[in-house]
């Protein structure tokens, strides 16, 4: 398993083609995800909140997160210490980066980077960024595996079933770059 840690923010395990494909990669060994307790907390109060989610469902999908990942959810005891010791522009964000520095993550994928600076990022080796760029460079190192993971997703999807193309136009929205990548592929 890959030993490049990185930490998937809230924001991009909300949609689910987005984290569907988030989750293979890591699954598939090309980096090793993290969670913080609060990051899927915060990802369970969205879905039900925002998206009208059942809460079985998001439960579900929380077990199945702690069950895939096991050994790479970080309860909040663990980083409680490091919670609020980073200026970010959003305290609400602290929970991100403390699990990221518990773990020793390089990155923090999130769509929302101006909520963290690198100014605030850098003295603690961390860099965020957005998920397009981060599966950009994923295809550029592993072309036929990322095409592979996307085509094992799109056979897993039955209910609507999907094809390849059909998850890509899905993906388009939250990685258009990565999506036109894979196109060229």
């Known amino acids: 398993m890959s ?3 990185v930490v998937y923010d809230t924001c991009t395990l909300v949609p689910a083609p987005l984290r569907d494909l988030l989750l ?3 699954e598939d060994g090309l980096v090793r995800a993290s969670f913080g307790e609060g990051i899927l907390d915060e990802l369970e109060r969205v879905l039900l909140r925002d998206f009208d989610v059942p809460a079985e469902a998001a439960t579900r ?3 199945a997160i702690e069950r895939t990942f096991d050994d790479s959810v970080v309860g909040v005891l663990q980083y409680a210490d490091l919670v609020g010791v980073t200026a970010l522009p959003d305290k609400d964000d602290e929970h991100v980066v ?6 020793g993550a390089k990155v923090i994928v999130t769509q929302n980077l101006k909520d963290f600076p690198s100014a605030c990022l850098e003295p603690l080796g961390i860099e965020a960024m957005h ?4 599966l950009l460079d994923l295809v550029d190192l592993y ?6 993971i996307v085509r094992e997703q799109a056979a897993a ?3 609507p079933p999907m094809t390849y193309d059909e998850v890509l136009d ?3 929205r939250s990685v258009p770059e990565t999506v036109a990548q894979l196109r060229e592929l």
């Open 3 to 5: 030993s490049f840690r």
């Open 24 to 26: 293979r990669v890591a």
């Open 61 to 63: 999908l929380r077990a």
């Open 98 to 103: 403390a699990a990221a520095r518990c773990v």
């Open 131 to 134: 998920p397009d760029e981060f």
């Open 143 to 148: 072309p036929i595996r990322i095409d592979r």
């Open 157 to 159: 999807l039955k209910n």
């Open 170 to 172: 899905a993906l388009e």
